[in-house]
């Protein structure tokens, strides 16, 4: 199925010079950027992309650091995307994310892990899209292969 993920290289990732070499990798795998942002993450919307994690010890750390610096947001599209990415970032701790992984290959610790990807609960893609993304900041058009 034809879908949509958001995707964020978080602050660290950024700040060591890995946008290229992701978004280079999402490309290379056939995925179509449909729409992308450098911005800087406020309180208010960290606390409201990280909702579900409200109650956790890290929630103040975790927002902090999404606060630290800017993100580049981006909304990739294609076969099973939100599968796809998550496999290519692999598991949230990089401890523990295969090497050829996203964090695998660049993550330090649980917190600086260098990508952030929509979970695979439906509607968990679709939410974040709208939360950083207007409609019309999102374009159409033919990937050519
Ligand atoms: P992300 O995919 O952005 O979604 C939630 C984030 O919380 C996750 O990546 C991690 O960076 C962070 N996280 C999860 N568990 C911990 C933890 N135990 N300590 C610090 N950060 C965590």
């Known amino acids: 199925m ?4 958001f995707v964020m290289v978080k602050p660290d990732g950024v700040q060591r010079g890995l946008i290229g070499e992701i978004i280079a990798r999402f490309e290379d795998r056939g ?5 992308a942002k450098l911005m800087r993450i406020d ?7 990280y909702a579900e994690h409200t109650d956790k010890p890290f929630f103040e750390d975790l927002t902090d650091f999404i606060t630290s610096g800017p993100v580049l947001a981006m909304v990739w599209e294609g076969q099973d995307a939100i599968a796809q990415v998550r496999t290519m970032m692999g598991a949230t701790d990089p401890a523990e994310s295969a090497p050829g992984t996203i964090r695998g290959d660049f993550g330090l610790d649980m917190g600086r892990n260098v990508i952030h990807g929509s979970d695979t609960e439906p509607g968990s893609a679709e939410r974040e899209i709208e ?11 033919e990937r050519i292969d």
Do not use: I, W
């Open 2 to 5: 034809t879908e949509r993920t």
């Open 31 to 35: 995925l179509k950027l449909v729409g």
């Open 43 to 49: 309180q208010a919307l960290a606390e409201e992309h």
């Open 131 to 141: 939360l950083f993304f207007d409609e019309e900041e999102l374009e159409d058009y």
